[in-house]
């Protein structure tokens, strides 16, 4: 280490240049960042194939919901106004379909204009009313059973412009004025507010973040150069990260939206370790160093150990490498290139640029101690009186909270991501409630679509669907062609209502249908060589549980029948999204736990040092994970993440414990006295280092999704349990215990 800081000095502008350089080369792919919203894309390719395979069968799978909601919706004003939206939305360029109110030839608004409250315009208006009431494929899907809202469905086509042609249909619906009150809800709706909000939220995030950085590191070091450096590696670390971004062909989304949150609350900790000792030294030798001798003493002092707490952090977020849900993954890699960029110039490029300065007069008064270093004299004195105590009351705490865990609720709703008064969420409950909910599974069908005992099949089967509470409506081939029989029939006539007996008749009545019909509404349900269709089924509930749940309870329906073959659709990604995060998270919670604590291993030489490194950060899960099952906070992508940067970002905590603590057993062999010593040296910048991590997670709270500001809670509590277990039941550890790793060797 010593020859190491002496070339560190000597080339130090060399070493400045070589940070600065790459800095400025990966802030140039930054203007190609983009935003992408699709829940699809967050699992792998092979795992959303079918649902590319089902759009290319019966077009596009994405619809935008145009609600319009009144006292009554049939008035004719409003019908008028719902006419227009649906007139205008037609000419937007990438509709596949538009499916609104139908007005047949007998509409009784058609003949001439009436008088709203007149009684021939009651009288029309509640023959519509029972026109429609005998409609099962409008009622509950484009009108509302209490005649209070409407639907416009508005299907898009798969052209990969969704985000356009949304933004498209909702500034054109707003041009008509109307007495109908008008919200938009749907997927293509949610992702749209993702795109705007992404950006927005990382807006905020990396401003607010930054200035909080700047006053914790204001608050702790009161020299402007200590504020400085750690904050422009913190900026350094934040350019190449997300540079990277687009220059692996990658776009940001609601997961790695977290990601200079995350730098600015862990990247700066390196530099606060270097900058602390750097004053402590300074004090130390009451400023008659040079600034080169201190850039030295810094490089000699803290080059190992800052440097082995950054491997074990960058250790435990590869571990989200592990996870299925991409985005998860991608945060792992960009954070860990984040890190170790931060902990390079931490240790390089901070004491290089400190050793072109002039030494400052120290900030820590000898004659005067700040009131960190009094507060840890007196925590240490506590520690060696009652140690047993402080291990009691631990255990008995975990215990509680690890009655918890087994409440936790996994789930990924992106509508849940907004709080209760956001548009999305309003939208979403009137469509779940009114018009069968907006995700939807697709069970397939395949063989002789045109054979009536193949119909009736689908008939039979999505008539069991529709009786699950979880389902609002259900759409086939055979509920269409019942509806034509029902047109062909009187009521009282055999066929009325019914599948037709042969398949002469089944093709028949789809030739009618389709030159006096609407031949596109065939097409969203059978190919065109009838030889594949699909039964339709709505969510009425955005919850993931709920639909893995519909979705599970459907595939025991179909199994025995070779008739249907899979299940697809919105709802399936969410099963499989909801499944890929419990898994996600057991791999890179037991990996990251692994990885870290085999690392404390190697370098204290010793097994029993990980299991001791491991007991901080697996009181800190378990409080967290309780916290989580007692407090009802879900499960989700976001929150599956925390496990992970925990571990990573803890174990630092631990490893400059026990590594300060081990060099004062070597010259005093006792522990209370050892203990006193790590935590009036070390202890200050752990605590700063800890403080800075918790306050950068802060901003979170500011977030438009609830998880992310849920993320934000859970890692200030976890960092603050992972602090107290660092400086409180760590030391009582080692005074009860005496581990023989730490102890002084003859």
Excluded at 52 to 57: A, G, I, N, S, V
């Amino acid at each position: 280490m010593v020859k190491l800081s002496e070339l560190v000095v000597k080339y130090r502008w060399f070493v400045i240049i070589i940070f600065s350089v790459v800095t400025l080369l990966m802030a140039i792919p930054l203007k190609d960042s983009a935003v992408d919203p699709d829940v699809e894309n967050m699992l792998p390719e092979y795992m959303s194939v079918h649902l590319k395979e089902l759009e290319e069968k019966f077009g596009g799978m994405e619809i935008i919901f145009v609600l319009v909601e009144s006292d009554d919706i049939l008035r004719p004003s409003v019908l008028e106004h719902i006419n227009s939206i649906a007139d205008i939305l037609k000419n937007v360029q990438g509709i596949e379909r538009i499916n609104s109110i139908p007005m047949s030839d007998d509409d009784p608004f058609d003949d001439e204009k009436l008088s709203e409250g007149s009684a021939q315009e009651l009288q029309a208006r509640e023959k519509l009313r029972n026109m429609l009431k005998n409609n099962n494929m409008i009622m509950n899907t484009l009108v509302s059973e209490d005649f209070k809202a409407a639907s416009i469905l508005v299907r898009m086509k798969n052209e990969g412009k969704g985000l356009e042609i949304t933004r498209k249909v909702k500034e054109e619906t707003l041009k008509i004025q109307g007495p109908g009150k008008i919200s938009f809800g749907g997927m293509p709706v949610i992702k749209e507010h993702i795109s705007e909000d992404v950006p927005r939220d990382m807006m905020i995030f990396m401003p607010l973040g930054l200035l909080i950085m700047l006053g914790v590191l204001m608050m702790s070091f009161k020299q402007l150069r200590g504020v400085l450096l750690p904050f422009l590696v913190v900026i350094m670390s934040i350019i190449v990260s997300m540079g990277l971004v687009p220059l692996l062909g990658w776009k940001m989304t609601t997961v790695t939206i977290i990601l200079p949150v995350i730098l600015i609350a862990i990247a700066n900790g390196y530099g606060i370790h270097i900058i602390s000792r750097y004053q402590l030294d300074n004090m130390v030798a009451g400023g008659k160093k040079s600034s080169l001798e201190l850039s030295k003493d810094v490089f000699r002092e803290l080059a190992i150990p800052v440097l082995l707490t950054g491997v074990t952090t960058i250790a435990g977020m590869l571990c989200l490498m592990t996870h299925t849900v991409v985005p998860a993954a991608q945060l792992g890699i960009l954070s860990s290139v984040g890190i170790f960029f931060a902990l390079m110039a931490s240790i390089f490029f901070i004491p290089a640029v400190l050793s072109t300065l002039d030494a400052p007069k120290p900030v820590i008064d000898k004659e005067k101690r700040p009131a960190t270093e009094k507060m840890l004299k007196k925590l240490s004195n506590f520690l060696s009186l009652h140690p047993k105590k402080l291990l009691s009351a631990s255990i008995v705490l975990t215990t509680i909270m690890a009655a918890g865990i087994p409440l936790i609720i996994v789930d990924s709703n992106l509508a849940g991501y907004y709080p209760e008064d956001h548009p999305v969420r309003k939208s979403a409950k009137l469509i779940n409630e009114k018009f069968g909910g907006s995700q939807v599974i697709s069970i397939n069908v395949d063989g002789d679509i045109k054979d009536p005992q193949v119909l009736r099949k689908i008939d039979e089967t999505e008539k069991k669907i529709s009786l699950h509470k979880n389902v609002g409506n259900t759409l086939s081939i055979a509920k269409l062609l019942k509806l034509i029989t029902k047109g062909a029939y009187k009521p009282e006539e055999k066929g009325f209502g019914q599948i037709p007996e042969t398949k002469n008749a089944v093709e028949f009545f789809l030739n009618k249908y389709n030159e006096m019909g609407d031949p596109e509404e065939l097409r969203k349900l059978v190919n065109n060589d009838f030889t594949q269709a699909q039964i339709i089924a709505q969510i009425n509930s955005e919850s993931s549980e709920t639909i893995k749940k519909v979705v599970e309870d459907t595939q025991k329906l179909i199994d025995d029948d070779p008739v249907f073959t899979k299940i697809t659709g919105s709802g399936v990604i969410f099963k499989d999204l909801i499944e890929k995060v419990i898994e996600g998270q057991i791999i890179s919670l037991f990996l990251s736990f692994f990885a870290v604590s085999f690392l404390v291993m190697l370098l204290f030489k010793s097994i029993v040092a990980g299991i001791i490194a491991g007991i901080p950060l697996a009181v800190s899960l378990v409080l967290m994970f309780g916290f989580m099952g007692f407090t009802g906070v879900t499960l989700d992508i976001a929150t599956a993440l925390i496990s992970s940067i925990v571990i990573g970002v803890g174990v630092d905590y631990t490893i400059h414990f026990l590594w300060r603590y081990k060099i004062e057993m070597s010259k005093h062999n006792d522990p209370v006295m050892a203990v006193d010593h790590t935590l009036s040296t070390t202890g200050r910048g752990i605590i700063f280092n800890a403080l800075s991590v918790m306050v950068g997670f802060v901003v979170l709270l500011f977030s438009s999704f609830l998880p992310i500001r849920f993320f934000g809670t859970l890692i200030f509590l976890s960092i603050a349990v992972c602090l107290i277990g660092s400086i409180v039941l760590l030391p009582s550890i080692c005074i009860v215990f005496r581990p023989k790793f730490l102890e002084k060797k003859d």
